[in-house]
């Protein structure tokens, strides 16, 4: 079974970069798609950026052109690029697999990320 933990999260400024990872444990044989995800403060959480394993990348229109999602696949490491970062990207982050033949989702822990204007 997969297991996710992530890193990278903290403290910066508005227009500040981060760049979060989420490194993979176990096998990931068969998962379809990598995520990022956050969740702010009384709000559900809500899907930021996916990757396919056909290389399609999605994104949320908020942070379109400021994230790039990517993975490295000798690593087994998913990465979340973060730039001219907003206050309103303040929120737990977290990464996730799923997997269609079992419709499973695997999360992380989840990491902060908090931006100051």
């Known amino acids: 079974q997969v297991q996710l933990v992530e890193s990278g999260g903290g403290l910066v400024q508005a227009g500040d970069s981060l760049r979060l990872s989420c490194a993979a444990s176990?096998?990931?044989?068969?998962?379809?798609?990598w995520g990022w995800y956050r969740q702010s403060p009384g709000q559900p959480r809500v899907v930021v950026a996916t990757l396919a394993t056909n290389g399609i990348k999605n994104y949320i229109d908020s942070v379109r052109g400021r994230f790039t999602i990517s993975r490295d696949n000798a690593e087994k490491t998913l990465y979340l690029q973060m730039d001219s970062l907003k206050p309103e990207d303040t929120a737990i982050y977290y990464c996730?697999?799923?997997?269609?033949?079992?419709?499973?989702?695997?999360w992380g822990q989840g990491i902060q990320v908090t931006v100051s204007s």
């Open positions: 996730n697999t799923y997997t269609f033949s079992s419709s499973r989702y695997i």
């Open positions: 176990g096998s990931i044989l068969g998962v379809d798609v």
